[in-house]
């Protein structure tokens, strides 16, 4: 008989709402791009981070910390293709304070090459779209289930918020009950620039209920991906309990919260151009072509930091050893002189150079694969259960807001 499962413990302040704390985090923005362009007219670097410049008040995980802000696509590429020189110890002093210092994420060679490779194997194609089918599939059917038969709905607050973190409970093998602290946990983990304190909170719970598990699974393996990566081995040895742990940690969020907010600006483009939603429907092999064009228009993060490991000229600007630099992807995404016309959404626009929504190089986001099935089962499922799906002309149409993690509130649809 199966061990009953560990119990995350709540906030130590478990009055605290992520969700309205989010908006205070990233604000409610609707001109985060004219700001860009703005500001990248005056130059691709300049000094300070975003968050600075949008709100105006110190992120306080980069307290002390000299910071620059990097636009424009081939600053950002040239930033994030050079490790050896702009290395992952930035997200160690900002996420990794509330995911821990192991995550994925946080590492540099010759580490994160050992243990990504593990990792990898998890997270390959044919892996994944078994997933698709056995995980990802019956999640957005129940989903969508429960309000096929309405004929109206709120895309983002009945499905795209809940669906992509679902994926995540089953892969790890949690109970769905308990998904509404989960959730709430894992969202406050990512408030650290503003709610530094319950963000370190959130991580220190989720590690203490994570290693339980994982221990667990060592004494009785389950068909998960907790066993499978508890098992994982690097040159004979198993990956440490710190770094899978931190994996996960990292995971409830970059495989539930980006997904999420991806899932809904996909749609919210969609369903505010009804003559591409219509291309859509008629023909389901644009879906790919769909998603890549809605993850180019709005990134889900729209940064990605690094910190200089020797002083490094960019662009005429001195950047000295220590500093934070954040490679602004949403930049890079609508840059006009790689992308004609890039605010608009443009499915079937002619791409002459690859966006990188999931950053680039040794980095790159190693759930892609995974995200870009979800999103593709969920838009599948949608436009061929829910007929003459189109926007609720009685409610306020969807309208992306944030200057960081960006999304839509709320995409009310009529449909049948």
């Known amino acids: 008989m199966n061990a009953p499962l560990p119990k995350l413990s709540d906030l130590d302040d478990s009055s605290f709402n992520p969700f309205d704390a989010e908006t205070v985090e990233f604000g409610e923005f609707t001109d985060t791009y004219e700001r860009m362009h703005a500001l990248r007219r005056t130059g691709n670097i300049h000094k300070g981070d975003l968050y600075g410049y949008f709100m105006n008040k110190q992120d306080q995980s980069l307290e002390g910390i000299e910071t620059y802000t990097a636009l424009g696509y081939d600053l950002v590429h040239r930033i994030l293709t050079d490790p050896a020189t702009f290395t992952n110890e930035a997200f160690k002093i900002t996420l990794g304070q509330s995911f821990g210092e192991k995550s994925l994420t946080m590492l540099d060679a010759p580490e994160h090459t050992r243990y990504r490779r593990i990792f990898q194997k998890a997270f390959l194609p044919t892996v994944v779209n078994k997933w698709g089918e056995t995980v990802v599939a ?14 109206s709905a709120d895309l983002v607050a009945e499905f795209t918020r809940h669906y992509p973190f ?42 203490e209920f994570l290693r339980q598990l994982i221990r667990q699974r060592i004494s009785e393996p389950a068909d998960d991906l907790v066993t499978h990566l508890a098992f994982a081995e690097v040159d004979g040895e ?7 742990d931190c994996f996960f940690r990292q995971l409830l969020n970059a495989g539930g919260d980006t997904t999420y907010r991806g899932t809904s600006s996909i749609l919210a483009g969609l369903l505010t151009h009804p003559d591409q939603l219509d291309a859509v429907r008629a023909d389901p092999r644009l879906i790919p072509q769909a998603i890549d064009e809605g993850l180019r228009w709005e990134s889900p993060a729209m940064t990605s930091p690094r910190m200089c490991s020797r002083d490094v000229e960019l ?5 000295p050893k220590g500093a934070v630099v954040d490679a602004v992807l949403g930049s890079a995404n609508r840059d006009g002189e790689k992308f004609p016309d890039p605010d608009r959404f443009d499915i079937f626009r002619e791409l002459k150079v690859r966006a990188f929504p999931f950053a680039i190089g040794p980095h790159v986001c190693i759930g892609q694969h995974l995200a870009k099935v979800e999103m593709s089962r969920a838009l599948t499922a949608l436009f061929e259960r829910l007929p003459n799906l189109r ?4 409610k306020p149409p969807p ?9 839509p509130n709320h995409i009310h649809v009529l449909f049948g």
Do not use: C
């Not at 409970?169 to 650290?192: C, I």
């Not at 926007?391 to 009685?394: A, E, F, N, Q, R």
């Open 138 to 151: 019956p999640i957005v059917d129940e989903l969508v289930s429960k309000f096929e038969k309405r004929g």
């Open 166 to 207: 679902q994926v995540v409970y089953r892969q790890l093998g949690l109970d769905q009950e308990a998904s509404a602290l989960f959730f709430k946990v894992a969202m406050s983990q990512t408030l650290f620039r503003s709610n530094l304190k319950n963000a370190v909170d959130a991580g220190r719970k989720l590690g």
């Open 238 to 244: 198993r990956l440490p309990e710190d770094v899978v």
């Open 315 to 319: 662009e005429g600007m001195l950047l």
């Open 391 to 394: 926007l609720d002309p009685s």
């Open 399 to 407: 309208v992306i807001t944030g200057f960081h993690l960006r999304k």
